[in-house]
């Protein structure tokens, strides 16, 4: 799994992206006059693009109180609704798991402080003080990943590899992780006593939200296939249940529909109230060198030129792509996913057409 596509790029790089997205994307004229026609004229402006360009994709905003998905190309099976495909989140998987940790918090399982030698067993002496607040922030030293996604692996005997591999850097600094997502659900499991999934379900029902999950809620028939064909149980989890290479950190199931409301439902507060809220969207720890982004619970902070505050998150496998962002100055929330890796271009070119320097909000 390769995820966070743009985070810790370097100075260079960060400022082709910029280029890219207030000059539009390459390759894609910009319509005469679209920085002065209001936001839906934009939207089709976006959709027409990304047909043009042949990207098959599956795109939508929510903003206002109303939200809009659509598709391109010929990627959504007959008969399925744009925002009713379910899609691979891949490490967006990341943002959910981050509500979940924070919904166990506000019940009382545990606090953002508690160190892991009271949350699990076994747990050695360089990894005992490691807190919830470190895994969540990617803050804690583990590696990014200890093993292949599609190996068949349980809890115990992932976490047992957890904390058997080393650290490879110090608590407090930054080191994207998987396998620090995947102890997340672990700890969610064990104070919850009952699994990450149906701990999910529960979550979203009692916020009157649609379902995510992994095996129980994957309906090949109306899901995205990957380009050469393959369902997301083949292309993502090995071609069985997924492992806990995945678990709480990757390849969790979603609608696009129902991933906007999950997002304006948490930022509103109806799932954990407003205090965790603003300690998610806190730019907690730094992800490079420059302080260009910065890493809350779950998701990016980072401050766009022309577009003020962005939070967002990514992912990918190769097979499978998607990215959400909530632009903070235009209160407004996208997300695409895409077979293959075109979903990150795709966002890029929605920011460029959406939000061109001098549009109306």
Do not use: C
Request: glycine share 14%; net charge negative; proline share 6%.
């Amino acid at each position: 799994m390769f995820n966070r596509i743009w985070a810790g790029a370097s100075a260079l790089f960060a400022a082709a992206v910029v280029a890219t997205l207030f000059w539009g994307p390459r390759g894609v004229d910009m319509p005469e006059g679209l920085a002065d026609q209001p936001f839906e004229a934009r939207w089709s402006a976006a959709l027409a693009a990304l047909e043009e360009q042949g990207a098959g994709v599956v795109a939508g905003y929510a903003r206002e109180g109303a939200s809009v998905v659509a598709a391109t190309g010929d990627v959504v099976p007959e008969g399925v609704a744009a925002g009713d495909v379910q899609v691979d989140l891949n490490s967006i998987t990341k943002t959910v798991t981050a509500v979940l940790v924070l919904d166990a918090v506000e019940a009382g399982l545990f606090a953002l402080d508690t160190p892991l030698a009271d949350l699990l067993p076994d747990v050695p002496e360089d990894k005992a003080g490691i807190t919830v607040h470190q895994l969540l922030t990617h803050s804690a030293g583990f590696p990014e990943a200890i093993g292949d996604d599609d190996e068949v692996i349980g809890r115990s005997a992932y976490l047992a590899r957890a904390f058997e591999a080393g650290l490879e850097g110090p608590p407090g600094q930054y080191l994207y992780s998987n396998v620090g997502y995947g102890v997340l659900a672990a700890i969610v499991e064990t104070a919850g006593g009952e699994s990450y999934a149906d701990r999910l379900a529960a979550m979203l029902t009692e916020a009157g939200l649609p379902s995510m999950g992994y095996d129980g809620v994957l309906d090949t028939g109306r899901a995205l296939s990957a380009p050469g064909g393959d369902t997301i149980r083949a292309a993502s989890w090995g071609g069985g249940p997924p492992g806990w290479h995945l678990i709480g950190n990757g390849g969790l199931i979603a609608t696009p529909a129902g991933f906007l409301a999950f997002e304006e439902a948490f930022r509103g507060g109806r799932i954990v109230g407003d205090d965790l809220v603003q300690r998610a969207l806190s730019a907690h720890v730094a992800e490079d060198a420059e302080e260009s982004s910065f890493y809350g619970y779950g998701l990016v902070v980072e401050e766009v030129p022309e577009l003020g505050r962005v939070f967002w998150h990514d992912g990918g496998n190769g097979a499978f792509s998607a990215e959400w962002a909530y632009l903070e100055a235009h209160n407004t929330t996208l997300f695409v996913a895409a077979p293959g890796e075109e979903a990150f271009a795709a966002m890029e070119l929605l920011k460029s057409f959406l939000f061109p320097p001098a549009a109306p909000v």
